[in-house]
């Protein structure tokens, strides 16, 4: 059974810095797409960044220019590096992948992947 395990989340003060990372284990199933969301209290998950196998990046308005997403495809990890963190990115961060190639206008769309992690707390405070 294959298994998401995000990393990395924490206490950053504003203006800070922290990167994330997502390792599936439990299995040699080869993800396509892998990505992050984020989910801040009392609102619903959003679309953070996503890669593909291939190389193809995307990402949220909001992290564009702040955030990086990268991947490694012969481990199975996929990592977010956040930059100049605002009190709004706090959230859970979850990792989420599906097997199969998600086409342009699926990747930010929560219900096209099939595999999530538990989520990583990120805060971002004085």
């Known amino acids: 059974q294959v298994q998401l395990a995000e990393s990395g989340g924490g206490l950053v003060q504003p203006g800070g810095s922290l990167g994330l990372s997502c390792s599936a284990s439990?299995?040699?199933?080869?993800?396509?797409?892998m990505g992050w969301f984020r989910q801040a209290p009392g609102k619903e998950r959003e679309f953070v960044a996503t890669t593909r196998r291939s190389g193809g990046t995307y990402y949220a308005e909001s992290a564009r220019g702040r955030f990086t997403i990268s991947r490694d495809n012969a481990e199975n990890t996929v990592y977010l590096q956040m930059n100049s963190l605002n009190p709004e990115d706090t959230a859970v961060y979850y990792c989420?992948?599906?097997?199969?190639?998600?086409?342009?206008?699926?990747?930010?769309?929560?219900?096209?992947?099939?595999?999530w992690g538990q989520g990583t707390q990120v805060t971002v405070s004085s």
């Open positions: 439990g299995s040699t199933v080869r993800f396509d797409t």
């Open positions: 989420a992948a599906n097997i199969n190639r998600l086409i342009t206008s699926s990747v930010r769309n929560p219900q096209m992947y099939s595999y």
